[in-house]
């Protein structure tokens, strides 16, 4: 239905659980959530493998609605989110949605810390929440190193370099929020306490490993405020006598449909931003691509966030893991924001900056040099050497191919300065000259990582903390290989 707005999934719980739900786990999807209005098909807190998911405790439908939560219980920030009084309004006007959801959630947790009144869900769901997580923000530069991969190496150092800067923007302001207090406190606002740099990441991890986005529609309670001042203004309006009753009610009638019509249509249809939700239950549901016919939703009229199973995975025995699609992800943003790796991941990639391709290309499968000045004599020039070049399971992504069009097809086959596919034997050369280039680039890891491990690069104990980390990177290492390997067989080739 129109009215139940699709929310694209960034949730990820890939908390390590210690051990099996415990009996105020167990509680969590029954007692406790009846009690803050949460619908739920039977289901429980559970581990696999040692990950905490959802697991069902009955047989469940194809397609399920398993869950739907109260709109109140979650945490939410749109663009036009207004200040909160505890904050201050510089920091969150420049605040992205993460650091914005970090902050409502430090807030309720040092709620939860002053003992101040939280409700039964918000407090179970504070229990529940990791510790701490394995993502690559914490991992030291020789285990980012272990993965081979430039691409995310920077990711994460673009990430502490933002983290950092967060951390003191949001420590400075805190504290000269706290010696201007004395008056709002009087008032009951107590300002949000200077957090230290370890909350506020774990704050952001949180956010960034759980919450997901969707349309910034508007809401049934605030329409409903809307409709009841209108309605207000219409019986003033008929006592004083400006209004006859029908064109009153003809008048509230029309508010009533404009609200409805903007909050669920317009925003459909409309670039409006995005509300990002943080949502108490909805946050314990895994990943996997293969669900990609789950949804998030945001049920207007039932003021609720819900979750339903992929219609196209089946009836869902008991004790089997609940699973939903966090989106498109590849495993670079599943490593990095959520901790884990997704082997087989269908939405991965191998990215390579574009003058590392131009040398795997000219290696693999030379071409007449004086081609490149065709790169610069493009409609849209592909000068740009540290532009970032694709390669996927199915072959060369869009820059991957114009590039060897350029190169290696004659002046007659191309079209639109090669981003737009040739004949059938011009389309082969590409993809050839593109596999031939993925082939040397999957050699030189396959050569590089096998050097390192014969330097006793990747030694370490098997209990440790960073040989974990070092896991981690070995697997996200072999996925990426993978992907290369895929990628040339689609081009017709073969590692070798």
């Known amino acids: 239905p129109i009215y139940m707005l699709a929310f694209s999934s960034l949730i990820a719980s890939r908390a390590v659980a210690p051990t099996r739900a415990n009996g105020g786990d167990a509680l969590f999807f029954g007692e406790r959530a009846a009690r803050a209005g949460v619908s739920a098909l039977p289901v429980r807190i559970a581990t696999f493998d040692g990950i905490r998911g959802v697991e069902a405790a009955e047989a469940l439908d194809a397609g ?56 039964e869900a918000r407090a179970a769901w504070l229990d529940l929440l990791p510790r701490s997580f ?118 509230v009638s029309v508010v009533g449909v404009s609200l409805v019509f903007s909050d669920v249509v317009a925003s459909r249809l409309l670039a409006r931003g995005k509300r990002h939700v943080l949502c108490p239950y909805l946050d314990m549901l895994n990943h996997a691509s293969s669900r990609s016919g789950s949804r998030l939703e945001y049920d207007y009229f039932g003021d609720a966030f819900g979750a339903s199973l992929d219609p196209a995975a089946g009836p869902v025995p008991p004790g089997a893991e609940l699973l939903i699609s966090y989106g498109d992800r590849s495993n670079d943003q599943l490593l990095q924001y959520y901790g884990f790796v997704e082997a087989g991941n269908p939405h991965d990639s191998f990215l390579v900056d574009q003058q590392s391709f131009l040398l795997a290309l000219g290696e693999a499968d030379p071409y007449p040099k004086e081609r490149l000045r065709r790169l610069s004599q493009a409609r849209v020039p592909l000068t740009d050497n540290t532009a970032a ?82 896991g981690l990177a070995r697997a996200f290492a072999a996925e990426k290989e993978r992907v290369l390997e895929r990628c040339v067989a689609a081009c017709g080739g073969r590692c070798e």
């Open 64 to 119: 399920a609605r398993v869950l739907a939560v109260p709109a109140a219980n979650a945490l939410q920030v749109t663009p036009d989110s207004p200040c909160p009084r505890w904050v201050d309004p510089k920091v969150w006007r420049s605040a992205a949605w993460d650091l914005r959801l970090a902050l409502l959630l430090l807030r309720v947790k040092q709620q939860a810390e002053r003992g101040e009144g939280l409700n």
């Open 389 to 470: 070049v694709s390669l996927t399971a199915e072959g060369g992504g869009p820059r991957a191919m114009q590039l060897a069009r350029l190169l290696f097809l004659a002046e007659a086959d191309l079209a639109d300065d090669g981003a737009s596919p040739s004949s059938p034997a011009g389309e082969e050369r590409a993809r050839r000259a593109v596999g031939a280039a993925a082939a040397l680039v999957w050699k030189q890891r396959r050569d590089s990582r096998l050097e390192a491990a014969g330097a006793g690069f990747a030694k370490g104990s098997p209990t440790d903390a960073p040989s974990r980390h070092r």
């Open 134 to 251: 394995d993502t690559p923000l914490y991992w030291s530069d020789a285990d980012l190193e272990a993965t081979g991969y430039p691409p995310l190496i920077e990711a994460v150092a673009k990430q502490r370099a933002l983290w950092s800067k967060h951390r003191a923007e949001v420590a400075a302001s805190a504290r000269a929020m706290g010696e201007q207090a004395s008056g709002e406190a009087e008032a009951g606002v107590q300002p949000l306490c200077a957090p230290s740099g370890e909350e506020l990441d774990w704050a952001l991890s949180c956010v960034r490993s759980r919450a997901f986005s969707g349309p910034a529609s508007g809401t049934l309670k605030a329409a409903a405020a809307q409709l009841g001042f209108a309605g207000l203004l219409g019986l003033v309006s008929v006592v004083g006598g400006f209004l006859a009753p029908q064109q009153a009610v003809d008048g």
